[in-house]
Nanobody, 123 residues
Framework: EVQLVESGGGLVQPGGSLTLRCAAS????????MVWIRQAPGKDLEWVST????????KYAVAVEGRFVISRDNFNATLWLQMNNLRPDDTAIYYC????????????????RGQGTQVTVSS
């Protein structure tokens, strides 16, 4: 069974930083794309970033390009999202997700995702 557990969220002031962590189990983590997505209050799920299994290929939504960095540790089956220069419109529940493929997409379905971690950016 695919299990994804996010942590690291919290309250941060605008301009601050947070690092999110996702612990994965129940599947061959090192073989598949991993994705961060988020959902702001009253809005749909929004894609944030994708990283390929080899850790080199990465892509980002325009809204976070240059501020967020996605990375992965295949040995420890862990996904990371370093978030810098946070803004109030980054406030959302952040999820890690996978579709157990290597299509390098930025679109749903994101069939497997964790319970999420809340990030609130406010002064």
């Amino acid at each position: 069974e695919v299990q994804l557990v996010e942590s690291g969220g919290g309250l941060v002031q605008p301009g601050g930083s947070l690092t999110l962590r996702c612990a994965a189990s129940g599947f061959h983590f090192q073989s598949y794309d991993m994705v961060w997505i988020r959902q702001a209050p009253g809005k749909d799920l929004e894609w944030v970033s994708t990283i390929a299994p080899g850790r080199i290929r990465r892509k980002y939504a325009v809204a976070v390009e240059g501020r967020f960095v996605i990375s992965r540790d295949n040995f420890n089956a862990t996904l990371w999202l370093q978030m810098n220069n946070l803004r109030p419109d980054d406030t959302a529940i952040y999820y890690c997700a996978t579709d157990l493929d290597t299509a390098f997409r930025h679109s749903p379905p994101w069939r497997h995702r964790g319970q999420g971690t809340q990030v609130t950016v406010s002064s």
